[in-house]
């Protein structure tokens, strides 16, 4: 019914960036909230940031500015930006959307999740 995939996960180095996206499909009414939770071993999912369908973000205060959440809304697309990455970010991340359907039902959809490492 409502499907959404990430890509732009991998291996990187301390200090380098990456770029992660997101494309909801299916039967898709309107979405409002979009954003990027992760997940690291052994740890609980946490939020990364959100965004909202007018474009008010909001970010997890531990990433210090290295990240910027932004969405293309005629493409049902969010994605995160990930700069100056360090290890503590290892994790998978996963996206996540507040999806009103057009049989107007609400759904809290996710990714699959994509895998980031990030090598000291």
């Known amino acids: 019914q409502v499907q959404l995939v990430e890509s732009g996960g991998g291996l990187v180095q301390a200090g380098d960036s990456l770029r992660l996206s997101c494309a909801a499909s299916?039967?898709?009414?309107?979405?409002?909230?979009m954003g990027w939770y992760r997940q690291a071993p052994g740890k609980q999912r946490e939020l990364v940031a959100t965004v909202r369908s007018g474009g008010s973000t909001n970010y997890a205060d531990s990433l210090e500015g290295r990240f910027t959440i932004s969405r293309d809304n005629a493409k049902n697309t969010v994605y995160l930006q990930m700069n100056s990455l360090k290890p503590e970010d290892t994790a998978v991340y996963y996206c996540n959307a507040d999806i009103l359907t057009n049989l107007r039902q609400r759904l809290n959809a996710w990714g699959q999740g994509t895998q980031v490492t990030v090598s000291s």
């Open positions: 299916g039967s898709i009414f309107r979405i409002n909230a």
